[in-house]
Each structure stands twice: as structure tokens, then as C-alpha cells.
């Protein structure tokens, strides 16, 4: 089977720049940022989406606690957002990911952010 690239990046076959990981979860910097933080907050283990998680999974819990994390190192946890795609149609890498998105001046949810 083929890896997706955050599989890739989770055995360090290619780069990425980590700010955050545990035995789960692991966190990097976005390499196209839509905002000045831009942080994925990946599982270790592949789920092509959310809807392939089993709904006795702790994993989107585990998901949004490294998010505040993050947040909370990053200073930004005043001001962020999270969000996640899910499917095939909007996922860019089919292995789930929650956005951490923060850093603005001035946000504005509506206008500042250019949601990929």
C-alpha cells in the first residue's frame, strides 16, 4: 500500500517541521499556510477520514486536546480556529487532520481565512 505523506512524515521518510508529538498524535507546520499559525494535528495511525474512525475511538478527542496544546505553546490559544475536511471530495491527503489555524492582529473569521 502506498503511504500518504503524513505516514511518510511520521517515519521521517521526508521532512516536517514538528511542533508537537505524542505516542497518537503528532503536530506540523502547514507547508501552505492560509494564516500566520497554520498547524495540522495529525493521528499517527491512517484514517482516511473521520467517518473511517470508530465511533468507540478516543482519537478526535485526543485530536483537540493536542490542538489546545499546541495553541497554548504557540500563544494563540486566545484566538484560533479548528476545523477539519472530510472526504474525498474536499480532503486534499486522505489521512486525517485537524487544522489549527491563529496568529492574526486583527481576525476576522469571514474574510481572513482562506479555508483549503
Do not use: C
Not at 59 to 81: F, R, T
Not at 99 to 108: E, F, K, T
Request: a neutral charge; glycine letters at 4%; aromatic letters at 6%.
Amino acid at each position: 500500500m502506498i503511504k500518504t505523506i503524513f505516514e511518510k512524515i511520521r517515519d521521517r521518510e521526508v521532512p516536517g517541521e514538528f511542533v508537537y508529538e505524542d505516542d497518537d498524535v503528532m503536530a506540523i507546520k502547514d507547508i501552505h499556510p492560509a494564516a500566520p499559525v497554520h498547524i495540522l494535528i495529525i493521528p499517527k495511525h491512517a484514517y482516511p477520514t473521520l467517518e473511517d474512525v470508530p465511533a468507540e475511538s478516543d482519537l478526535p478527542a485526543k485530536l483537540i486536546k493536542a490542538a489546545q496544546q499546541v495553541a497554548k505553546e504557540l500563544g494563540i490559544s486566545q484566538n484560533y480556529k479548528l476545523f477539519m475536511n472530510v472526504g474525498r471530495k474536499v480532503q486534499m491527503v486522505h489521512h486525517l487532520h485537524l487544522h489549527l489555524m491563529g496568529g492574526w492582529d486583527n481576525p476576522s473569521p469571514l474574510t481572513k481565512t482562506k479555508i483549503v
